[in-house]
């Protein structure tokens, strides 16, 4: 078996994939690299949903990456162009020549004599099984499965003679022109998905168990569009994104001091929105502080431009069972529908959906504790790329790329071949909390027990705090007395 060797595999070709060969590049010019990603193309998350109006959540000046400017000419951006900047970015710095496609990672086993990862993939066009060796793994396949999305059990869904389709799996042939529409949930998904299908839908109807906080911000961000006018693009950039930055973790600080003055003003704008007579209360605020799920954005006001004009409404009722032509509510109200469109969520996965083996041992990430919220105690030379939760994905990815690049020159200037983290003697009587702590969303709530633990003390924490984070990365000492660095067994 011919088994091909690099310093470091890359699982995963999207924003974070594309982003660590950068980086790898860039600080860490002397390790060759290969990223394997398992569909035909690279992009991830925005090549993966195809459904209408999606688009990001986060503002592309710090969805984007540090090194590579957004300049296109809106902010709040559509997964075509989000495709089209990640193609250019990883043509612009040669990235592209080392993915590989159809190459659907299984398993990754690790030995200590050798100091070395074998990965086993498999090459869809063949079905042939594929082996490389590396010193280092680094994930960056995401937090969900691309297998399929999260469908709660609904009695009678099977009884349905219209079509039903969840947003992970659009079919490229879906007509609703005319049709009645219900959107079944209350995420950005499905207030991508109302305001995009009412323009030519009968009408859409986004069928919520609960309310979400929603606020509604321009597609353009005005600021940087006047700098743009008057210095370099990159400078125009880096202060754009300094910017949003540093105003995403104020909101996100003020939800946490003074969480009924942020709810106030959330409401406000959606009363203001529309108007008196609307019931805000029943459809527009949730029974938790905001940010402790996910607060979701509507570009122009979309969604409340969409109820206004009668083309979408809102309901807010459990679901009792779903009949032939639609939705019987709890409150014995109904919905017809001609189409269903389940907007329930994804299945959250630990790495990818990979077995992993150290020294012959199968790893139960569960049982681990998180270092730093990118290593695993007892798990070495690997590393995964999570981002925020809290703020745009690829702030936290940037900051990953370049710890691990510091790693990987630590090794390489001191001759060591592993790096594990392992526990302290003052570290073994930690209070467990949750992987991410305080936040409630349903499809974090669903696996949180398969995740990692964090602790109450650094290193063994994610904090999801862009400026803790930056700390952590940049300024914190990689030997601190918890990363361990050694050589191979068969060096020694």
């Known amino acids: 078996m011919n088994v091909e ?97 159809k190459h659907l990672v299984t398993k990754a086993e690790w030995s200590s004599e050798h100091a070395q990862w074998t990965v086993t993939a498999t090459q869809k066009d063949s079905n042939t099984v594929v082996t490389y060796t590396c010193n280092f793994l680094f994930m960056c396949s995401g937090y969900y499965s691309y297998k399929s999305g999260y469908t709660p059990e609904i009695t009678g869904l099977q009884d349905f003679n219209g079509t039903v ?21 209350s995420g950005a998904t499905a207030m991508t998905l109302v305001p995009a299908m009412a323009n030519t839908a009968a009408h859409v109807t986004m069928l919520q168990r609960s309310p979400t906080y929603v606020v509604a911000r321009p597609d353009h961000d005005a600021i940087a569009d006047v700098l743009r006018k008057f210095l370099p693009s990159k400078m125009a950039y880096n202060l754009t994104r300094w910017k949003n930055t540093s105003m ?23 009363r203001d929105a529309l108007g008196p007579e609307y019931d805000v209360d029943t459809h527009f605020t949730p029974s938790y502080n905001p940010w402790d799920q996910r607060l979701c954005l509507v570009p122009n006001g979309d969604l409340f431009t969409a109820i206004k004009d009668g083309s979408a409404s809102v309901v807010t009722d459990h679901i009792d069972r779903i009949d032939a032509t639609g939705i019987v509510l709890q409150s014995g109200n109904r919905i017809d529908a001609d189409i269903i469109v389940t907007a329930t969520g994804l299945n959250l996965v630990t790495l990818g959906e990979m077995d992993f083996v150290v020294d012959g041992t199968a790893v139960d990430f569960s049982k681990t504790w998180t270092y730093k919220g990118l ?32 790693v990987l020159n630590h090794m390489e200037k001191t001759g060591t071949q592993k790096c594990v983290a392992e526990l302290r003697a003052s570290d073994a ?21 398969q995740f990692p633990r964090q602790g109450d003390r650094e290193p063994w924490i994610n904090p999801q705090d862009y400026k803790r984070d930056r700390k952590l990365f940049r300024d914190s000492p990689i030997d601190d007395g918890v990363m361990k660095f050694s050589k191979a067994k068969s060096l020694v």
């Open 165 to 185: 389709v969840h947003p992970q799996s659009w079919p490229k042939d879906l007509d609703y022109a005319g049709k009645r529409v219900v959107v079944i949930g």
């Open 5 to 101: 060797h690099f310093d470091v595999v890359v699982v995963g070709a999207g924003i974070s994939g594309i982003g660590a060969g950068y980086f790898l590049q860039k600080d860490s010019p002397n390790r060759s690299y290969v990223i394997l990603e398992g569909r035909n193309d690279m992009g991830g998350t925005w090549d993966l949903f195809r459904y209408p109006g999606v688009r990001s959540d986060s503002d592309m000046h710090t969805l984007g990456y540090s090194f590579k400017p957004w300049t296109a000419a809106k902010s709040i951006a559509d997964g075509p162009n989000i495709l089209a900047y990640l193609r250019e970015t990883a043509s612009e710095f040669g990235i592209d020549k080392n993915i590989r496609f």
């Open 248 to 270: 995403q973790q104020l909101v996100y600080k003020r939800t946490r001091t003074k969480p009924q003055q942020v709810k106030d003003a959330l409401l406000k704008g959606v």
């Open 375 to 406: 290593s695993y105690s007892g798990v070495p030379n690997l590393a995964s790329s999570f981002g925020y939760i809290n703020a745009s994905w690829t702030l936290r990815a940037d900051l990953t790329c370049e710890y691990v690049c510091r």
């Open 429 to 449: 009587e930690m209070p467990e909390r949750p992987w991410i702590d305080n936040f409630t969303a349903g499809y974090m709530e669903r696996v949180m027990h």
